[in-house]
């Protein structure tokens, strides 16, 4: 006779993109790679086509409250392919898919505030932000 044994916690799975998107990339049949993807960036040479996935429930929210109560009572894997969605890393495709830019960890990005400030005096009237300083705007690494 088998034993029921109640657990009274459950182990917390940290988020990892690449086992999510790999996970997403098995459940909607693209393959190893997203070249199907409707939003796969031909310029970007790897099996993730400029696309990373994004967590909609964050390793970070696991650790809340509410969080801590649901996963005492189940195992929940922030890694399902129901917890995320793939995003371009690259603003000309997010802009022409007219969706937001994901570039890997949310440690990096642009801080719109001192971007404004350098290009905007307080007071003063905005105006259209130059092609050439647009360029550069896009072309900068976040990650550092």
Same mark, same amino acid.
């Given at each position: 006779?088998?034993?029921?044994?109640?657990?009274?916690?459950?182990?917390?799975?940290?988020?990892?993109?690449?086992?999510?998107?790999?996970?997403?990339?098995?459940?909607?049949? $693209?393959g190893s790679d997203f070249k199907k993807h409707?939003?796969?960036?031909?310029?970007?040479?790897?099996?993730?086509?400029?696309?990373?996935?994004?967590?909609?429930?964050?390793?970070?929210?696991?650790?809340?409250?509410?969080?801590?109560?649901?996963?005492?009572? $189940?195992? $929940?894997?922030?890694?399902?392919?129901e917890n995320g969605v793939m995003l371009p890393?690259?603003?000309?495709?997010?802009?022409?898919?007219?969706?937001? &830019?994901?570039?890997?960890?949310?440690?990096?990005?642009?801080?719109?505030?001192?971007v404004k400030t350098k290009y905007w005096k307080?007071?003063?009237?905005?105006?259209? &932000?130059?092609?050439? &300083?647009?360029?550069?705007?896009?072309?900068?690494?976040?990650?550092?």
């Amino acid at each position: 006779m088998t034993k029921k044994i109640k657990q009274t916690s459950h182990r917390l799975i940290e988020g990892s993109g690449n086992k999510l998107a790999a996970r997403i990339r098995k459940h909607n049949g $693209y393959g190893s790679d997203f070249k199907k993807h409707p939003w796969g960036d031909s310029r970007v040479n790897s099996d993730q086509c400029g696309l990373e996935a994004h967590h909609i429930i964050t390793t970070k929210n696991l650790g809340t409250p509410d969080w801590k109560k649901y996963r005492k009572a $189940y195992e $929940y894997d922030i890694n399902s392919w129901e917890n995320g969605v793939m995003l371009p890393s690259e603003p000309d495709i997010a802009c022409q898919a007219f969706t937001h &830019v994901h570039r890997s960890h949310h440690n990096g990005g642009l801080d719109f505030t001192s971007v404004k400030t350098k290009y905007w005096k307080e007071g003063e009237p905005e105006t259209e &932000v130059s092609d050439d &300083v647009a360029s550069y705007l896009r072309g900068l690494d976040y990650m550092t």
